[in-house]
């Protein structure tokens, strides 16, 4: 079992910044990764980011100029810094551990979320 808690969500202003941190604890195994996904009212959660244990990442194109995903191993912390955000960054934030699947990583556990809030 691997249990994740997100934190650094919040109510923000237009063009400011936040920084997610997200601390895993329990059984991990390689190889695995941890992703940033988000989801906006009425919409499907999308990834945001993702980084293996490798220190291998990805950002989705519509954020990859202004967000970066980095992990701290001697915490066992994953960051999500978000630059320049404005109100299509709204969203609900929950991190993920997921698991090589043989062609690509997938989700198996999820956090509980943790909410942003971009006021224009």
């Known amino acids: 079992q691997v249990q994740l808690v997100e934190s650094g969500g919040g109510l923000v202003q237009a063009g400011n910044s936040l920084r997610l941190s997200c601390t895993v604890s329990g059984r991990t195994f390689s190889p695995n990764a941890i992703g940033w996904y988000r989801q906006a009212p009425g919409k499907e959660r999308e990834l945001v980011a993702r980084i293996t244990f490798n220190g291998i990442t990805k950002t989705a194109d519509s954020v990859k100029d202004r967000f970066t995903i980095s992990r701290d191993n001697a915490k066992n912390t994953v960051y999500l810094q978000m630059n320049r955000l404005n109100a299509e960054d709204t969203a609900v934030y929950y991190c993920?551990?997921?698991?090589?699947?043989?062609?690509?990583?997938?989700?198996?556990?999820w956090g509980q979320g943790t909410q942003v809030t971009v006021s224009s």
């Open positions: 993920s551990y997921e698991s090589w699947r043989g062609t690509q990583y997938a989700p198996r556990y």
